[in-house]
């Protein structure tokens, strides 16, 4: 049983870029949550994804948007990279917006 | 921003001995989690914690949860090497799903 995946695993790109972020659920699992940590942070909720829907934000700008698909995987796009966005972001599934999370090993995102 | 702060940031020990570290945090919870994290990867859950339970053991962690203090221990008895990593504590609130973390106790097992 495949758990949580993250594509891709590390990725450079440069200031006023878009980067689009992928993760696919663990199996049975619908719902997906995005978080930011960076260097030597605590990961930061960014935003959760059920039924195709962004039901709950955290305190991040519009330049980050999201996606879920059908088969509940999700997009996390990142418009007008600036520095301060170079990160590792994590995705984590569940079963329902209230399950227990599963985290996948992220992707780390570099900002030049 | 961060729920809430583990205290110490970093701490270092002999391998064999036991490992304390400590979180609090700041509003009212439904549930306490402890992960682990290696090297910046993934997160792997290590335990949770309900608000009305007080103590929870697993292994060799224990954890113990004063919600009159908002805070928590994670104590890890008979260390490894295997078990340097970076610690985090992560809450949960009624009604509010995300998970909100703290800033991480990194520690290191001296072999």
């Known amino acids: 049983d495949a758990g949580v995946t993250q594509s891709p695993t590390h990725l450079i790109k440069t200031r006023g870029q878009q980067v689009t972020l992928r993760c696919s659920p663990k199996s049975g699992h619908d719902t997906v949550s995005w978080y930011q940590q960076a260097l030597g942070q605590g990961p930061q909720f960014i935003f959760q994804?059920?039924?195709?829907?962004?039901?709950q934000r955290g305190n991040f700008p519009d330049r980050f948007s999201g996606h879920q698909f059908p088969n509940y995987s999700s997009e996390l796009n990142v418009n007008a990279l600036l520095l301060g966005d170079s990160a590792l972001y994590l995705c984590?599934?569940?079963?329902?917006?209230?399950?227990?999370?599963?985290f996948g090993p992220g992707t780390r995102l570099t900002v030049l | 921003s961060q729920q809430g702060e583990e205290d110490p940031q970093a701490l270092s020990i002999q391998e064999g001995e036991n490992a304390t570290m400590n979180c609090s945090y700041k509003t009212s919870i439904n549930n306490l989690q402890w992960y682990r994290q290696n090297s910046g990867r993934g997160l792997v859950h290590l335990i949770l914690?309900?608000?009305?339970?007080r103590e929870k053991h697993s292994g060799r962690l224990r954890v113990t949860l004063d919600t009159s203090k908002k805070s928590s221990s994670l104590l890890i008895t008979a260390s490894r090497a295997a078990d340097t990593a970076s610690y985090f504590c992560?809450?949960?609130?009624?009604?509010?799903?995300?998970?909100?973390f703290g800033t991480g106790t990194r520690l290191t097992i001296i072999p």
């Open positions: 914690i309900r608000s009305n339970e």
């Open positions: 984590a599934s569940s079963l329902g917006a209230g399950g227990f999370p599963f």
């Open positions: 992560a809450t949960d609130a009624q009604g509010n799903e995300k998970l909100t």
């Open positions: 994804y059920y039924e195709e829907e962004e039901r």
